[in-house]
């Protein structure tokens, strides 16, 4: 099998495993059986293995010794302090690259951004989000700070589950898109501040959006951590 074939498999399983346990269907501490995985996706065990390595990379998955793979368990109140933090380092980036992004760069990040939107068309949240990185990465790169843009793409790395399924809710990849393009007018106008705010905005998905999102994933965090129940801290969305 090619190396290409392989990782397309290992992708599928991983993108099937990772939506089952954002939304709950795989409960925290459920155990990820290779043979049975590999039988219910109709691959060779390797992609399963390869699956499963990507997702207990992201926190997802928990590898233990005489156990194997099973699902880790996330807190509501863990997910509220990792989106807050998300939201105060693509701020960060988005005020620095509004000041240091080349016109060549500039450029490139709305070709992304126009690229997007056929994908709101088909409602094709999955391929909307291959390109959504794409677009949030520029701005990292555009910050033109390695150590900021390593930093900012480990807790996207973390969150990233989390922030592809709050796509698939009604009416957010038309937000997603309108609000990234506000995001490239201040980029493009220098406006460091305002780049700023809105990718912050852009992350918290301010109040009652932030807390929807929360609701769709609390069947998994509330039978996780016992800290789940805590009362989540308010994302702070104040300027």
């Known amino acids: 099998m090619s190396d290409s074939r392989r990782q ?5 399983v991983r993108l099937g495993l990772e939506r089952e346990i954002v939304t709950g269907d795989l409960a925290p501490g459920s155990r990820l059986d290779e043979a049975g995985l590999a039988e219910r996706y109709s ?5 399963v293995r390869e699956a499963l390595m990507q997702l207990a990379a992201g926190g997802l998955v928990e590898m233990r010794p005489r ?9 509501t109140f863990e997910l509220a302090e990792m989106f807050e933090v ?15 992004m080349t016109p060549r760069e500039r450029t490139g ?12 068309d088909g409602a094709d949240a999955d391929g909307y989000y291959a390109l959504n990185l794409r ?24 969150l990233s589950p989390y922030r592809r399924m709050q796509l698939h809710r009604p009416g957010r ?8 393009g506000r995001v490239v007018a201040a980029i493009a106008a220098g406006e460091q501040e305002l780049a700023g705010r809105l990718l912050k905005d852009h992350v918290a998905i301010q109040s009652d959006t932030f807390v929807d999102f929360l609701a769709t994933v609390g069947k998994q965090a509330e039978r996780g951590r016992p800290d789940a129940g805590r009362e989540p801290r308010p994302v702070d969305t104040t300027h």
Request: charged letters at 25%.
């Open 109 to 120: 990040l709305a070709e992304l951004h126009a690229a997007c939107g056929p994908y709101l």
């Open 173 to 180: 990849l038309s937000d997603s898109h309108a609000e990234h």
């Open 86 to 100: 998300m939201a105060e380092l693509e701020a960060l980036c988005g005020r620095l690259a509004a000041r240091r």
């Open 67 to 75: 156990q194997g793979a099973l699902v880790a368990a996330i807190g």
């Open 8 to 12: 397309r498999l290992a992708d599928r």
């Open 43 to 47: 691959v060779s065990r390797t992609p």
């Open 135 to 158: 677009f949030h990465e520029a701005i990292y790169a555009g910050s033109h700070n390695a150590f900021l843009e390593q930093e900012t793409r480990k807790i996207r790395h973390r």
